[in-house]
């Protein structure tokens, strides 16, 4: 992912630009046009497969989110031509985005040592380094060499139905440009591919939407 370069000259502009946004207020959740639900992208750049034991896929992943927050607007021309500025993740709001099918104890994507990088337009792009620990049902009894098996990993708003957070993936497959393909020795990357899925309750007439991430292993022994 790709930012405008900043400019040597923009301090005083930053300045005042963080001066402006001392009234930002995390507890606000943006809302989309015409408030309506804010649009969250998901997406998912795999860098090792670290295991796969006991039905629990273990992976090392960053997770890309973006969405636009209007409190975060600013005109580049009133800040010294600042186009883009970077905020530790902890001080704005972000999405209660969670693993459904989590294996282990998983807080969320919070990361306070993080920053988000904020363009004037609103922007927000945030990417925390995350491992991932999901179910994945593996019949080990009967796993010979090269068999191939699929693992889900479907992540959601804990808290926000589809009215208030439309979650949408930003890609249809798991980005695996930086993978770390020697890292395993016994399980082998063969594809993937993601998918939107949105659920109505009997109790309630709102959607809930999930992306799941689908990736097949082969086995190596």
Same mark, same amino acid.
């Given at each position: ?61 960053? !997770?890309? +989110?973006?969405?636009? @927050? ?7 021309? #009133?800040? &010294? ?83 208030? !957070?439309? +979650?949408?993936?930003? @890609? ?7 993978? #770390?393909? &020697? ?39």
């Amino acid at each position: 992912m790709t930012f405008p370069a900043e400019k040597s000259d923009c301090q005083s502009g930053k300045a005042r630009l963080l001066g402006k946004l001392k009234d930002y207020n995390k507890l606000l959740a943006p809302e989309g046009p015409e408030g309506g639900a804010v649009n969250v992208t998901h997406g998912m750049d795999l860098k090792r497969i670290i295991s796969l034991d006991n039905q629990v896929l273990l992976l090392d992943t960053y !997770l890309s +989110l973006t969405w636009i @927050d209007n409190q975060l607007v600013w005109d580049p021309d #009133d800040f &010294d031509g600042l186009e883009l500025i970077r905020i530790p993740s902890e001080k704005l709001w972000q999405p209660d985005i969670m693993l459904e099918n989590n294996a282990d104890q998983f807080n969320g994507l919070h990361s306070g040592d993080i920053n988000m990088v904020i363009t004037y337009d609103g922007m927000v792009f945030y990417t925390p380094p995350v491992k991932t620990a999901s179910f994945c049902k593996v019949n080990y009894k009967n796993l010979k060499q090269g068999d191939v098996i699929t693992c889900t990993l479907t992540f959601l708003s804990w808290t926000y139905d589809g009215d208030a !957070l439309n +979650l949408m993936n930003l @890609d249809d497959v798991i980005s695996t440009g930086n993978l #770390d393909k &020697d890292f395993n020795t016994h399980w082998k990357f063969v594809t993937s591919n993601v998918k939107r899925d949105i659920q109505y309750d009997p109790c309630c007439v709102e959607p809930y939407v999930k992306i799941k991430y689908i990736i097949k292993l082969r086995y190596v022994p």
